[in-house]
């Protein structure tokens, strides 16, 4: 148990609609990462938000959004879903100041998005 | 640009085989290397992990070294086991990409009893 939790685990859901994937990182980790899981495209980095803010982007669309609130549990919303959107969406947490190459990344078992 | 470079799989193994994972990178700069594993149905997790040029890092029977000569940290286990069966991901971090960590695409591994 990497103490990363995400809730759902599994989200089924129509094209056209919008879902919001939870996570809430380890006690005291102040980073939280969002990654897609697919198939064809493999493991993207999205977005890195540290202590509220956002760090930094990776390969999130327009469509995509999160954010991160004060007690440090995050939240990905994706809108307009598409069939292409199915994946495995993963968060992971690290400690200490943001971006140190020294802090381990812990994951959340996922959310298993299916889009119909 | 920067980027890892695993080799496919999946790789198939007999249970108590030498296990080599290859991997690859190229950064501009000195990066951190590190190995994640990822067993069927759970999240990603790390293996081990070198922060400099000669460094060995090693968990759980598995081991890789950080060769700046040749840009790459493979993977090695002596004996494998069934429950070894996964999916590997090498990865890198740079100062210079803002410390994301860059992936590669994953190796999965078979091992047979």
């Known amino acids: 148990d990497s103490g990363v939790t995400q809730t759902p685990k599994h989200l089924i859901t129509a094209t056209g609609q919008r879902v919001t994937l939870r996570c809430s990182p380890r006690?005291?980790?102040?980073?939280v990462y969002w990654y897609q899981q697919s198939l064809d495209q493999g493991l993207q980095f999205l977005i890195q938000?540290?202590?509220?803010?956002?760090?930094a982007k990776g390969n999130i669309l327009e469509r995509f959004s999160a954010q991160q609130f004060p007690d440090l549990h995050s939240e990905l919303n994706l809108s307009s879903l598409e069939l292409g959107d199915s994946a495995l969406y993963f968060c992971?947490?690290?400690?200490?100041?943001?971006?140190?190459?020294?802090?381990?990344?812990?994951f959340g078992p996922g959310t298993r998005l299916t889009v119909l | 640009g920067n980027s890892v470079t695993q080799m496919e799989g999946p790789v198939t193994l007999s249970e108590e085989a030498f296990l080599t994972i290859n991997c690859t990178y190229t950064?501009?700069?000195?990066?951190?290397l590190f190995w994640y594993v990822q067993y069927p149905g759970e999240g990603l997790q790390l293996l081990l992990k070198?922060?400099?040029a000669d460094d060995k890092g090693s968990n759980k029977g598995f081991e890789a070294t950080y060769r700046k000569e040749t840009t790459s940290f493979h993977l090695e286990k002596g004996s494998v086991q069934v429950s070894d069966s996964a999916v590997y991901f090498c990865?890198?971090?740079?100062?210079?990409?803002?410390?994301?960590?860059?992936w590669g695409a994953g190796t999965k591994l078979i091992i047979k009893p």
């Open positions: 992971a947490s690290s400690g200490g100041l943001a971006g140190s190459p020294y802090n381990e990344q812990f």
């Open positions: 006690s005291g980790d102040l980073s």
């Open positions: 938000y540290y202590n509220g803010e956002e760090r």
């Open positions: 950064a501009t700069g000195y990066p951190s």
């Open positions: 070198a922060t400099k």
């Open positions: 990865a890198l971090i740079l100062m210079d990409s803002n410390y994301q960590l860059i």
